[in-house]
């Protein structure tokens, strides 16, 4: 996210920039100095990152290239832009430098919109993976899985094998009545993972760096190398306060020291598992989560 926020502050600055280009250096030059089809060309390039965005980099250059080269096509025919307008300029090359600045309009503009377009598809994979580790994974496209079947039926054939095909329609009345619950389900796994990394990250905060937070289930693995029996309980109750205080969420911690108690990482996890367990807290249901943490997602 921290990307994506990076990337689209820089293109709203960049794109305030260049809208206003003209109004910026009217007091100096007064001339028409950006064409007027030169606007639409670098909309263009936003607009082919975001309505295409998992375009390969050779791909996307060349569309860039393309647009870029239209505007050559559209600079060099259109007769109502002198190319000499830059009058104020001493040197010969004006219209060159003007033609060139317009270029990289277009190509810088494409270019930062892309990179929205890319921290997008991250947020899209990332909270595809959340719901698709819910749901054991996204259903494979039949011309993936064609060749599979056709190898198999062979096989049936060659060897004699009994083998059967099912097909499967979906109501569409039925499917469109199922999405309000599906969706509620999908904001329920996503919530629950966010509250769950909130957690991960105040007990990450709240131990030292060679310390190693694990999640197992809905539970914590902390492990604390170096720490004594006289040092765990400090250390537990201000694990417990954090997450009270910052998420508002209520955790019982259990506890097991080697070599006071066991002598093995199984057995150590299993007491401490143990300890947890006694007198434990009902988990927590999506929606008894603090507001305050559902407003943060």
């Given at each position: 996210?921290?990307?994506l926020r990076f990337?689209?502050?820089l293109a709203v600055i960049w794109l305030t920039a260049l809208f206003n280009l003209e109004r910026i250096l009217s007091y100096q030059i007064e001339a028409n100095l950006i064409q007027s089809g030169t606007y639409i060309f670098v909309i263009t390039s936003a607009l082919v990152p975001l309505l295409f965005p998992r375009l390969n980099r050779r791909t996307f250059a060349v569309v860039l290239a393309a647009i870029a080269g239209s505007f050559l096509v559209n600079w060099y025919l259109d007769p109502d832009w002198e190319r000499t307008v830059a009058a104020e300029f001493v040197h010969l090359n004006a219209a060159v430098v003007l033609?060139?600045?317009?270029?990289?309009?277009?190509?810088?503009?494409?270019?930062?919109?892309?990179?929205?377009?890319?921290?997008?598809?991250?947020?899209?994979?990332?909270?595809?993976?959340?719901?698709?580790?819910?749901?054991?994974?996204?259903?494979?496209p039949f011309d993936e899985e064609q060749?599979?079947?056709?190898?198999?039926?062979?096989?049936?054939?060659?060897?004699?094998?009994?083998?059967?095909?099912?097909?499967?329609t979906v109501d569409?009345?039925?499917?469109?009545?199922?999405?309000?619950?599906?969706?509620?389900?999908?904001q329920q796994a996503m919530l629950k993972e966010f509250t769950l990394a909130k957690i991960a990250g105040?007990?990450?905060?709240n131990t030292f760096d060679c310390d190693?937070?694990?999640?197992?289930?809905?539970?914590?693995?902390?492990l604390l190398p170096e720490a004594s029996a006289q040092d765990v309980p400090k250390i537990t109750r201000r694990l417990e306060a954090a997450?009270?205080?910052?998420?508002?969420?209520?955790?019982?911690t259990g506890t097991a020291t080697l070599p006071d108690e066991a002598t093995t990482f199984d057995r150590l996890i299993e007491l401490a598992m143990a300890q947890a367990r006694q007198d434990r807290l009902q988990p927590a249901s999506v929606s008894s989560i603090p507001d305050r943490v559902r407003n943060e997602v």
């Open positions: 996210m921290k990307r990337w689209t502050i033609l060139l600045l317009q270029i990289s309009m277009i190509v810088v503009t494409g270019l930062l919109v892309r990179q929205i377009a890319n921290s997008l598809i991250e947020f899209e994979d990332v909270i595809a993976q959340i719901i698709y580790s819910h749901l054991g994974g996204p259903a494979r060749s599979v079947m056709y190898r198999e039926v062979r096989r049936a054939v060659r060897y004699g094998r009994p083998l059967a095909v099912v097909a499967v569409e009345a039925s499917l469109s009545g199922a999405v309000p619950r599906i969706v509620e389900e999908i105040l007990l990450t905060e190693i937070v694990a999640l197992s289930g809905n539970n914590f693995i902390v997450v009270q205080q910052k998420l508002g969420i209520a955790v019982k």
